[in-house]
Antibody
């Protein structure tokens, strides 16, 4: 059974970079797409973007200028960097295994436990 | 403001049936698969339905879904107190070239 274990700081200063990692066990990251999704406190879900093992990425247009996703196949992990954070970026961040088909299908079948990120000096 | 529109809340008594709607447009629901997620407070979302109406292994048949035009509907029968959660629809938006979620619906089992 695949397991996604997230790690990373829970507190980031304004204007700095949020960095999170998602370690995947019991499955190879090369078999799937992987997404990051966030949820501001008390609010709904927002898709941040996905990455494929080829290095192909697609980001939400609203965050595209500040987001970078990467992966390390040797460690079987994916990473998220979000630059120049503000209070609006405070949220619970999730990684999720993703089924994506380019004709128009995206589904998230396994999720990490979530990392609560606070933005404060 | 979410691209997909869901009612903020629904409620029903134990044992009853409830439906949750998800409304979108041609660039999202109208031409792409819809999935549904259950999020019990304090936990990560869980996939309930994929490809409009298919249930992953382990999801009870009490959960069903359908799609018609630019709208989708999740149905839950035989409601249990354990079904109290937030429910989200999601799909791909071909115009935005992005995954999109509904705003979520809070289900209360009275």
């Amino acid at each position: 059974q695949v397991h996604l274990q997230q790690s990373g700081p829970g507190l980031v200063k304004p204007s700095e970079t949020l960095s999170l990692t998602c370690n995947v066990s019991s499955d190879s990251i090369t078999n799937y797409y992987w997404s990051w999704i966030r949820q501001p406190p008390g609010k709904g879900l927002e898709w941040i973007g996905y990455i494929f093992h080829s290095g192909t990425t697609k980001y939400n247009p609203s965050l595209k200028s500040r987001v970078t996703m990467s992966l390390d196949t040797s460690k079987n992990q994916i990473s998220l960097n979000l630059r120049s954070v503000t209070a609006a970026d405070a949220a619970l961040y999730y990684c999720a295994r993703t089924y994506y088909q380019d004709w128009g299908s995206i589904e998230f079948d396994k999720w990490g436990q979530g990392t609560l990120v606070t933005v404060s000096s | 403001q979410s691209v997909l529109t869901q009612p903020p809340s629904v409620s029903a008594a134990p044992g009853q049936k409830v439906t949750i709607s998800c409304s979108g447009g041609r660039s999202n629901i109208g031409n792409n698969f819809v999935s549904w997620y259950q999020q019990v407070p304090g936990t990560a979302p869980k996939l309930l339905i994929f490809e409009n109406s298919n249930r992953p292994s382990g999801i009870p048949a009490r959960f069903s879904a359908s799609k018609s035009g630019t709208s989708a509907t999740l149905g839950i029968t035989g409601l249990q107190t354990g079904d109290e959660a937030d429910y989200y629809c999601a799909t791909w938006d071909s115009s935005l070239s992005a995954g999109v979620f509904g705003g979520g619906t809070k289900l209360t089992v009275l």
